[in-house]
């Protein structure tokens, strides 16, 4: 899990409300990545920043809202207008958006909307 | 399409004995390649990463292997351990012109029974 850390480990949400899942990194990171993991699929990116107070759309950002103010934390807030958020979300973190830097992987919040 | 194949789906081998996974991708333009290990209910961390230029690359028991003109690389694991237990995830990079997103297999989850 390297030096990122996801909160909380478990979420559950009612239909209807926001639910906010955080994501810290202390490796001085500037790129950040919040990814979407459904069962025998993929991981899908949602969105992703390369710096501080910036942020881009990934495949799949409908639904989904992020904040970058600080370079170690990237929120990502799941809104009711996802009509399906139950799934394990992963934070990710690389030094820099490079097409050869590793991504670090936090542990990952799953979430379960009742 | 940009897509990785992986397989088999699963797999489950007797402690000690050696295993071969495979995938195969159709991304293009190809950067490098990547292997994850993921365990049950965690983010996924960095086995190998692969250069177009590179045929083989090992990390201990794990060795994988690259061929860029058939698009395909496979995953050796040698004298398996029950902890290897997990998924395995193949990871293609198209590189900077695609704003260096990652494209993910689905995984092959492998299971070691003594």
């Known amino acids: 899990d390297g030096g990122i850390t996801q909160s909380p480990k478990y979420l559950f949400r009612k239909e209807g409300q926001n639910v906010t899942l955080s994501c810290e990194q202390n490796?001085?990171?500037?790129?950040m990545y919040w990814y979407r993991q459904d069962p025998g699929q993929g991981l899908r990116l949602i969105y992703y920043?390369?710096?501080?107070?910036?942020?881009q759309k990934g495949d799949i950002a409908e639904g989904y809202s992020v904040s970058r103010e600080k370079k170690e934390s990237f929120p990502l807030t799941v809104t009711s207008a996802q009509k399906n958020p139950t799934a394990f979300y992963l934070c990710?973190?690389?030094?820099?958006?490079?097409?050869?830097?590793?991504?670090?992987f936090g542990p990952g919040t799953r979430l379960t909307v009742l | 399409k940009n897509q990785v194949e992986q397989s088999p789906q699963s797999l489950i081998i007797l402690e000690g004995k050696n295993c071969t996974l495979q995938?195969?991708?159709?991304?293009?333009?190809?950067?490098?390649l990547r292997w994850y290990k993921q365990d049950t209910g965690r983010g996924p961390v960095s086995l190998t990463i692969?250069?177009?230029?590179?045929n083989t690359k090992s990390n201990g028991r794990y060795t994988a292997t690259l061929d860029a003109d058939t698009k395909q690389s496979s995953l050796h694991i040698t004298a398996s351990q029950l902890s290897d237990s997990a998924s395995y995830i193949c990871?293609?990079?198209?590189?900077?012109?695609?704003?260096?997103?990652?494209?993910f297999g689905a995984g092959t989850i492998l299971r070691v029974k003594s």
């Open positions: 990710a973190s690389s030094i820099s958006s490079g097409s050869y830097n590793e991504q670090f």
């Open positions: 490796l001085n990171h500037d790129a």
């Open positions: 920043s390369q710096i501080v107070n910036d942020f």
């Open positions: 990871v293609v990079s198209p590189g900077r012109e695609y704003g260096n997103k990652l494209v």
């Open positions: 995938c195969n991708y159709t991304v293009s333009p190809f950067s490098n």
């Open positions: 692969m250069t177009f230029s590179e």
